[in-house]
């Protein structure tokens, strides 16, 4: 069974920065896309960046190319979200997820895998 464990959400002023990080256990993530969405009080989920563990291609949502870098550490079976220059529309619960394949979508169904949510605040 597939396990994802997120971390490192808070309260930051506009500007700041948090790096997410997604710890996941129960499988060999080679042929795997990870991907980290967020979900706003009312609204869908949404994709924010996705990473293939082989090869690390990388996409981003439009909203925070430039801001946001999203990265992985085989060796700890880790992804992270560097997110920089935060703004408070970033406000909501980060998840991580994870997809049995190594082709980077981004849609929310193509996810097998999803971590219970860190939340982020973004304060103006």
């Known amino acids: 069974q597939v396990q994802l464990v997120e971390s490192g959400g808070g309260l930051v002023q506009a500007g700041g920065s948090l790096r997410l990080s997604c710890a996941a256990s129960g499988r060999t993530f080679s042929s795997y896309t990870m991907g980290w969405f967020h979900q706003a009080p009312g609204k869908e989920r949404e994709f924010v960046a996705a990473i293939s563990w082989i090869g690390g291609n990388t996409y981003y949502a439009d909203s925070v190319k430039g801001r946001f870098t999203i990265s992985r550490d085989n060796a700890k079976n880790t992804v992270y979200l560097q997110m920089n220059s935060l703004k408070p529309e970033d406000t909501a619960v980060y998840y991580c997820?994870?997809?049995?394949?190594?082709?980077?979508?981004?849609?929310?169904?193509?996810?097998?895998?999803w971590g219970q949510g860190t939340q982020v605040t973004v304060s103006s």
């Open positions: 997820a994870a997809r049995v394949s190594v082709v980077v979508v981004t849609t929310t169904t193509a996810y097998d895998y």
